[in-house]
Nanobody, 122 residues
């Protein structure tokens, strides 16, 4: 059973930086990628970024392209999301999730973490 735990959320000012971590346990040979999603109050879950375990290839939503960087440590089963130049609209609960293929669609992710809150203020 694959499990994911996010950490690193907090309060940061606009223009600031924050790095989120996702600890993954119970990976299988089918575990292909980890995705980051976020959800603001009253809104749906939005794709942010994804990374493939085998080669570290990344894909980003247009809204975060150039500002966020996703990385992984395959040996430690850790995934990170470095967030720079944060904006007010980045405020949300951030989730990491596991998929068995390459996708930005929520329904393709079968295991989810509990979420970590990121609040950007001015």
């Amino acid at each position: 059973q694959e499990r994911l735990v996010e950490s690193g959320g907090g309060l940061v000012q606009t223009g600031g930086s924050l790095t989120l971590s996702c600890a993954v346990s119970g990976r299988t040979s089918r575990s292909y990628a980890v995705g980051w999603f976020r959800q603001a109050p009253g809104k749906g879950r939005e794709f942010v970024a994804s990374i493939a375990w085998h080669d570290g290839y990344t894909y980003y939503a247009d809204s975060v392209q150039g500002r966020f960087t996703c990385s992984r440590d395959d040996a430690k089963s850790m995934v990170y999301l470095q967030m720079d130049a944060l904006k007010l609209e980045d405020t949300a609960t951030y989730y990491c999730a596991s998929a068995d293929g390459w996708s930005s669609a929520t329904y393709d992710y079968h295991a989810w973490g509990q979420g970590t809150q990121v609040t950007v203020s001015s």
